[in-house]
């Protein structure tokens, strides 16, 4: 898929529809791509949320009415999917600085925040380091909990940071971070901290086994402190990448492997597993 144009895409049918009760499995719908891949997309080429860029269009939006029509704060709020002029005021004012009655007033300072067009400039080859490898079905054993796509980004290091503080790591060696793509009809994903397992080792208190199906992995070496450089490492696999190799990703389990050494280091090694299919 090529995921630019299709976020384009994407966010022509946010603006057509910013006043319906948009949701991102319809968007994703749209683009025919699943609703995981594509708010894990938009997050890593934008840099908020799909949920973060609705908010501020229908917020710049409603202060621009705001201040250029006569209409009472209820109606703008009801026409921008708010239920009531308290939730709408509150948000107003976070986004804003000021209240919608405030922003009525001649003078008003309003922030504004215009239709994302998103570009790929190219200014000189750069590598990538990947390989293609094929693995058997093989067990792991994890820690797992589930995440929306709206709070991972702050909740899955916080899970992080649980797993080192409980001294769960003294249990179960933190080598893998498994990331499980949402089943059809939720809302959730499942993500795991954990290593590779034997099929008979025991399975300390708290944790679960999970089997990773046979697949065509194309794993991406990152070189460099964490989080950055792997967050880099998946953005370029998504933007430079999967839409000019002849690979395109099967939506369902993804790794990211860490070794051992100050994760902090230039030179600290990690890698992102992907599954993948010829196209």
């Given amino acids: 898929m090529d995921w630019i144009r ?8 946010i603006e057509e529809n910013l006043l319906t009760d948009l949701s991102c499995e319809d968007i994703a719908e749209h683009i025919y791509s699943s609703s995981f891949h594509f708010q894990r997309v938009f997050s890593l080429l934008t840099q908020m949320t799909v949920g973060e860029y609705i ?9 621009q009415e705001l201040i250029m029509s006569k209409a009472k704060v209820i109606d703008i709020a009801l026409k921008y999917r ?9 948000a107003f004012s976070r986004f804003h600085g000021i209240t919608p009655i405030q922003a009525k007033r001649e003078g008003s300072n309003l922030k504004s925040f215009n239709r994302l067009i998103i570009k790929i400039e190219l200014e000189g080859g750069s590598i990538m380091d990947y390989k293609i490898v094929k693995r058997e079905e093989y067990t792991v054993i994890a820690k797992t909990r589930y995440f929306t796509s709206e709070s991972s980004l702050q909740e899955i290091p916080k899970f992080w940071s649980e797993y080192f503080a409980d001294g769960l790591h003294e249990t179960v060696c933190p080598m893998l971070g498994i990331c499980e793509q949402q089943k059809t009809g939720t809302k959730e994903f499942r993500y795991g901290i954990g290593c590779e397992c034997g099929d008979d080792d025991q ?8 089997r990773i199906p046979a697949y ?4 991406f070496k990152c ?23 002849e690979y395109e990703l099967i939506p369902d389990y993804d790794i990211e492997l860490y070794s051992d050494g100050d994760n902090q280091s230039e030179d600290y090694v990690s890698e992102i597993w992907i599954p993948v299919k010829k196209r």
């Fill in 55 to 63: 908010r501020s269009r229908r917020l710049s939006l409603a202060g």
């Fill in 203 to 210: 399975v300390p208190e708290g944790f679960e086994k999970l």
């Fill in 82 to 90: 708010y239920d009531t002029p308290e939730s709408f005021t509150k």
């Fill in 216 to 219: 065509t992995w194309a794993v």
């Fill in 223 to 245: 070189i460099g402190p964490m989080p950055r450089t792997i967050q880099n490492t998946w953005k370029r696999i998504y933007s430079e990448w999967l839409p000019q190799s």
């Fill in 6 to 13: 299709s976020l384009n895409r994407a966010i022509g049918y």
